[in-house]
């Protein structure tokens, strides 16, 4: 059976404002196995991203506050988990493409070197110009080989 990766639990997410309280997100329960893909879809101003970025532990407390539910990521509560424990997994286990990509990825830098800023043996590869070496790299990060030149 595949791993359940992140279960989202009954979350509730409030804002405190000058207008009174706001339950932007009331009771979230949603499960993702490994290999899963889940897509979210609601009007604008429904939750999605408050969901997406309180995960990743982004959304910033106060304003914000879990008023309830669990999120667990590979068995893990991140609700109760500490800002350095949610930090290390972080960009490593669970990232996140922001909704506004061109403010978020900078543009003098390539999309390798923005993904590879977490691994310095991946970024020295990629600046090495050896793209033979630089597979080689890629392939021991992630779980998809490479095409080679033989697969065509
Ligand atoms: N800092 C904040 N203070 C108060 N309310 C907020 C704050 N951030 C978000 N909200 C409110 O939380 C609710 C959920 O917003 P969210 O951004 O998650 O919506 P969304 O589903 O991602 O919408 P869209 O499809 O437009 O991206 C909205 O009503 C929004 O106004
Ligand atoms: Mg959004």
């Known amino acids: 059976m595949a791993e359940r990766m992140l279960e989202i639990r009954g979350l509730k997410i409030h804002f405190g404002t ?8 009331d009771g979230v329960d949603l499960a993702i196995d490994a290999g899963e893909t ?6 604008s101003g429904c939750g999605k ?17 879990i008023a309830g ?15 350095e424990a949610v930090r290390e997994l972080r960009a490593r286990e669970i990232a996140m493409i922001f ?3 061109m403010t978020s990825l900078n543009p003098v830098y390539t999309v390798g070197e923005q993904i590879a800023e977490e691994h310095d043996d991946l970024l020295s590869a990629l ?26």
């Open 99 to 101: 909704q506004e990509p």
């Open 69 to 83: 539910g669990e999120i667990r990521w590979r068995g893990r509560d991140l609700v109760a988990a500490g800002e």
């Open 127 to 152: 600046r090495s110009d050896d793209d033979k070496h630089l597979m080689r790299v890629v392939e021991r990060h992630i779980a998809v080989r490479a095409p080679r030149e033989s697969d065509d």
């Open 49 to 65: 991203s408050v969901t997406a970025l309180t995960v990743m532990r982004l959304l910033p407390m106060p304003p914000a506050r």
């Open 38 to 43: 889940l897509g979210v879809v609601g009007e």
């Open 18 to 25: 000058e207008e009174g309280l706001l339950r932007a997100v």
